[in-house]
């Protein structure tokens, strides 16, 4: 009989999901080829959710992009990381479609946004046309796939978004991907919620013995637990024709046959995709590269995609008492997965407890904090953290420990170094670096400068110094020489780099003139290319200048000869 009620309140709640309010065969698949996802929509990215399908392209570039339906181009941004070239259609029924990670647009797009950045000599650009200057018709080629801006491989990224600019997943519109296969599950963790509350006598998160059946749902160990308790989940899903580990659609909880949580991933705001850090274990994540969905909603989750939450998706388990929590997971073609997990109410036996040494630091999260320590000062603005913890400041010499980086941040903190012992050469030299890996590598986090103090802004903790960067950046020619002809060649092909602080930015003129060069920081190459038809003389000076983000600058020179 249970599993009658448990069934009908499934089916309920999957009525209502089956009837969409997305208009269907509205919007058509933005390739001619068969679709295959390497990232689903909504999936746990480092620091957001995905806001769109990620396409295969055949592991190369260059397919033709259709626009989903007619209307105009309403958004043309290209920028060297981040989506690289993405193209922004506006439909008339309100929605908007972007296309993202492309090689080049189609032509009369590709003029168009060419003479924006002549105009304003400028690679990485922004424009708004208005709805006469682009239209586009339905089926109309918009660009050509690509791999730009920080892809990991050619792919097109392919959003639907509604009149809020909330992104939605597009399969809700009828766009289809072949998917027969259930989620996996690969891990558990119950977490006691307080000193009272245990999971088989551990007050503290516990990863619980799963046990996959041959129908492909799982078990879990029987526990025994008292208090109140969360749940934590570490799964994915795989379409049919790829092997890649995408994000799974829909999580639903159950205790004793009553919904108590669920996430649905259909619809989000850009402003809420940074409180994925506080729906994800982020201790877990960053120590073991594992993200665990918790389904619980803690304070400072406000995700729209949590429905239904009862007690904070919490629960609340009695002395001798026997019960069950159910986990189902869903892919977006309904293949679903369930977790069961047996849980014997047993109030555990009162123990002295041994606590560990806090550092002497503590956050209240909703006032300002200020910690200073010899040349070195940090400011948290209040919110910055979601919880009160102890947090470890240390100063030694010119490097500062700001605790671990296991406690995500709401906003950026501000880092001051005091660098007035240091001579005027120095200063100039100076950055502040974040310490990576076991030989704590220094990357460049943005510094200003104002007289004798740097500051940096950061959204993450971990360890800080000053470094300095004395080296100009690298400027070596890829495809051609100096002083020779290149009547036959397509581009000019420069290759780029700096050992330290990095590329920040660069200058190219041919004869005075400055021409429009694409910066592939994965390639570390700057490429022109001759059908920009910028140049008319045989006889050509190139010149090109490179500046790292100290304002350390090369500068690179030479004559090419061209009919």
Known sequence: MKKIYLYIILFISQAGFSQSPYPQDYFRNPLDVTLVLSGTFAELRSNHFHSGLDIKTQQRTGLDVFAAAKGYVSRIKISHFGYGKALYITHPNGYVTVYAHLEKFAPVIENYIKDKQYEKESYEIEVFPSPEELPISSNEIVAFSGNSGSSGGPHLHFEIRDNEERPINPMLFGIDIKDTRQPVVTAIYAYPQDRKSHVNG?????????????????????????????????????????????????????????????????????????????????????????????????????????????????????????????????????????VNIPIQGKKAKEKLEQYDLKPNYYVQADETLRLEDKNISVLFAKNTFYDNFYIDFAVSSDTLTLHKDVVPLMKNCTISFNIENYSEEDKSKLFIAKLYGYYKKPYYVKTTRQGDFLTARTKSLGTFTLASDTTSPTIKPVNFQDGKWLSKSKNIKLKIDDDLSGISNYRATINGKWVLMEYDYKKDTLTYTFEDDVISETENNLKVIVIDNIGNSSTFEATFFRK
């Open 202 to 338: 551990i007050k503290t998160r516990k990863e619980l013995r799963l046990i996959p059946n041959n129908n492909g749902d799982y078990n879990v160990e029987p526990i025994e637990a008292y208090g109140t308790i969360g749940f934590g989940v570490v799964s994915y899903d795989q379409q049919d024709l790829a092997s890649n580990k995408n994000g799974v659609s829909n999580i639903q909880t159950l205790f004793n046959g009553n919904k108590n949580f669920e996430m649905d991933f259909k619809r989000f705001s850009f402003d809420e995709t940074k409180h994925l850090n506080r729906y994800i274990d982020f201790e877990i994540f960053k120590t073991k590269k594992s993200r665990v969905q918790k389904l619980f909603a803690q304070p400072g989750n406000t995700l729209s995609m949590l429905n239904d939450v009862s007690d904070e998706g919490y629960i609340h388990v009695e002395d001798s008492t026997s019960s069950v929590y159910k986990i189902r997971i869903q892919d977006f073609q309904g293949n679903e997965s369930w």
